[in-house]
């Protein structure tokens, strides 16, 4: 399956600042990526669909302002959250879509998010 | 949208016995199942998937069966052992718009006790 890394795998930051946590697919070029977020003994909730030099298609209820993605590259996709509050603590994750065709989605190994 | 359900929630067996989860979904276009195995404070494996077309499958110790007309699909985990312990993920998708999208269950804690 494809390798797929997550940077940095956890993060404490005050409540009002910005954190930028960035997804890459070590070994194929992933035009597709999925972020969810999972909160504690809970399911993993889809935020957003990546799609390399498109906008990013976001999941009803989540604010796009809020967490910013970017995927200026085909091994490269980055979220943004931006003016963290202590309820965005959570374990984000990233996944790549697998090419030729399949729909295998491979999973990051997630960033832990502590907002103080 | 779709829907997934996943039991039981937790299960717990001894070593060496099998161990069942089960999914039932809600969206009859879905067509691809995968399930994920996430240990603690990591992002989640996939271990083994079945699409659509095909009713069993079979990787070592770990199957998947899948019943479109009831709309369920279980995982089977024989000989478990203690590295089992885990929790377990089923998921559904289908195409949206080009792209395939997880609807994932809740989840199972599966401990083997040695």
């Known amino acids: 399956g494809a390798v797929v890394s997550q940077h940095p795998s956890r993060v404490i930051c005050k409540s009002g600042t910005s954190v930028k946590i960035e997804c890459r697919s070590l070994d194929f070029q992933a035009t597709t990526m999925f972020w969810y977020r999972q909160f504690p003994k809970q399911s993993l909730m889809l935020m957003a669909t990546?799609?390399?030099?498109?906008?990013?298609?976001?999941e009803q209820g989540v604010e796009k302002d809020k967490f910013l993605i970017n995927h200026a590259s085909l091994t490269l996709s980055t979220l943004t959250v931006t003016s963290a509050h202590p309820e965005d603590s959570s374990f984000y994750i990233c996944?790549?879509?697998?090419?030729?065709?399949?729909?295998?989605?491979?999973f990051g190994p997630g960033t832990r998010l502590t907002v103080l | 949208g779709e829907n997934v359900e996943q039991h039981p929630s937790t299960l717990s067996v001894q070593e060496g016995d099998s161990a069942v989860i089960k999914c039932t979904y809600s969206?009859?276009?879905?067509?691809?199942f995968p399930w994920y195995k996430q240990e603690l404070g990591k992002g989640p494996q996939l271990i083994i998937d079945i699409r659509s077309n095909v009713g069993e499958k079979k990787d070592q110790r770990i199957a998947v069966t899948l019943n479109k007309t009831a709309k369920h699909f279980s995982l089977h985990i024989t000989e478990t052992q203690p590295e089992d312990s885990a929790v377990y993920f089923c998921?559904?998708?289908?195409?949206?718009?080009?792209?395939?999208?997880?609807?994932f269950g809740q989840g199972t804690r599966l401990t083997i006790n040695p």
């Open positions: 990546s799609n390399e030099g498109s906008k990013a298609t976001y």
């Open positions: 996944s790549v879509l697998s090419g030729g065709g399949t729909d295998t989605q491979y």
């Open positions: 969206d009859s276009a879905s067509n691809y």
């Open positions: 998921a559904a998708s289908k195409a949206i718009q080009g792209a395939q999208k997880l609807v």
